[in-house]
């Protein structure tokens, strides 16, 4: 089934089924969501009796059931693999008409508990995430300097004339251009995950890891195909646990899915992690230092001021905005109390914004596992960045899915000049969530979360 959302071809692919052909659909990518989503509906109108929706209905409910892998693609760009959720079909004067629901591979980790009794003193953090992993064969990846590229099109104007047999060729021809490109460089990262691989082979301790294979959730050797570096974050593998403390932290909980096991590992190890739009388990941190790859533009022309350097009213793209500011939970300064021995330890960590305000918002936090100053500093940082961290808010809705030849992506960084009275930003601000939408009335659209840079902090 193939049509055209707008100037994009929206494609989902599972087993032998590929359908473009879109009523409406939803794609939310979250940076802090454990697992991004989408919902999407297809349809045949009444007077198409080329289209048999029979036999597509019933794989789509096998492949659900069988928990086959979707993969979804803009322009030939995968955006996300996952699993269908729910398969719900409806018919009315209008049509037939289907709609889809899931989630991206790390659904399955939220959803499935942690097995108990997995010991992890000597293991190597990256072994670690591969075993609990190793069931769904998920790629860790340790570093996110190639993974968050911003994914490109090729840009193409989609204006077909004639009968519906000749769009359809046209939009095939054109979107088997877009295939045939993103297949030589997922070949190129295929050749360099091998290379990689071949590196790891001597490092990965066979032994070590087949004496973990008696726990309940693993079976089978875990191989290096499930473990890719890049070199930003190459002591995350190398770094083992050992200490007692942090193998007490991760004493798996009877309400303890892998994902809530998993995210308290990260944090022994002040690292962050989310799944990327090609099935990998990516654990690094914002990228905050990047050039601005969009820009969001509202200029409210305003008699005797000029335009700001290099844009003009032409360039305004952003159809409607909302500004958030919620500093109620924020605090002035963050004190931590421990103990080490018989002897009080303390940490504190100021923000220097609120004290330069003369606000006077403290917060007492006591912990009786903090043994050093470095855990009652760590822990300051972390409750004063958590009370910053949904402080600013800007949403901005979009038209399309993407700008000039980039489709839109999170962990990017935004140039935005919002002139409007009401809200009036001009900075460069860090995307944390991106919803693409579509539908037949008002077309393609993609609303964006941004936020200061700086505001998501890795958990210490």
Not at 23 to 34: N, R, T, V
Not at 89 to 116: C, H, K, L, N, Y
Not at 324 to 329: A, D
Not at 351 to 375: F, K, M, Q, W
């Amino acid at each position: 089934m193939r049509g055209l959302v707008g100037e994009h071809i929206v494609e989902l692919r599972v087993g032998d089924i590929s359908i473009d052909t879109w009523q409406s659909f939803k794609i939310e990518h979250d940076l802090l969501s454990p697992a991004d989503s989408f919902d999407m509906t297809f349809g045949v109108p009444p007077w198409d009796p080329t289209v048999d929706m029979v036999p597509i209905v019933q794989s789509l409910k096998d492949y659900a059931r069988s928990r086959a892998r979707v993969e979804l693609f803009i322009d030939g760009s995968k955006q996300l693999t996952g699993f269908i959720d729910t398969v719900k079909g409806s018919e009315d004067e209008t049509g037939a008409s289907v709609r889809i629901t899931g989630r991206d591979v790390g659904g399955q980790v939220v959803d499935e508990f942690m097995p108990r009794g997995f010991n992890i003193i000597g293991l190597r953090l990256v072994e670690v995430l591969a075993l609990v992993l190793a069931k769904w064969n998920i790629l860790v990846v340790i570093g996110n300097e190639g993974n968050r590229k911003i994914l490109t099109t090729k840009t193409k104007s989609h204006t077909f004339e004639g009968h519906l047999h000749t769009a359809e060729a046209k939009a095939y021809l054109t979107s088997q251009k877009w295939y045939d490109k993103i297949k030589k460089v997922e070949e190129e990262e295929i050749q360099t995950t091998q290379d990689a691989e071949a590196q790891l082979e001597a490092a990965l301790n066979h032994s070590t890891l087949l004496g973990q294979a008696d726990t309940p959730f693993y079976s089978g050797a875990l191989t290096s195909s499930q473990v890719m570096l890049t070199t930003g974050f190459i002591t995350a593998y190398w770094s083992v646990i050992q200490q007692k403390k942090i193998a007490r932290e991760l004493k798996v909980k009877p309400e303890d899915t892998r994902w809530d096991w998993i995210s308290r590992l990260l944090k022994t190890q002040n690292l962050m992690g989310w799944f990327s739009a090609d099935g990998k388990f990516v654990v690094g941190t914002p990228n905050y230092i990047q050039q601005p790859m969009f820009d969001a533009t509202r200029i409210v022309k305003t008699p005797g001021q000029p335009f700001p350097a290099g844009r003009s009213i032409d360039d305004n793209n952003i159809e409607d905005a909302d500004y958030q500011e919620n500093p109620g939970q924020r605090y002035s300064v963050v004190y931590v109390f421990g103990r080490q021995g018989k002897d009080p330890i303390r940490g504190e960590a100021h923000d220097t914004e609120l004290e330069a305000l003369g606000v006077d918002r403290p917060c007492y936090h006591r912990d009786t596992n903090i043994r050093s100053i470095e855990e009652a500093q760590g822990a300051a940082l972390r409750i004063l960045e958590d009370s910053k961290i949904k402080e600013t808010i800007y949403t901005c809705k979009m038209t399309g899915l993407g700008q000039g030849n980039r489709l839109y992506a999170f962990d990017t960084i935004w140039d935005v000049w919002d002139d409007s009275p009401a809200i009036y930003v001009h900075d460069l601000m860090y995307c944390a969530k991106i919803v693409q939408k579509y539908e037949e009335a008002q077309g393609p659209s993609t609303e964006v979360t941004l936020q200061p840079r700086g505001c998501i902090q890795v958990p210490t």
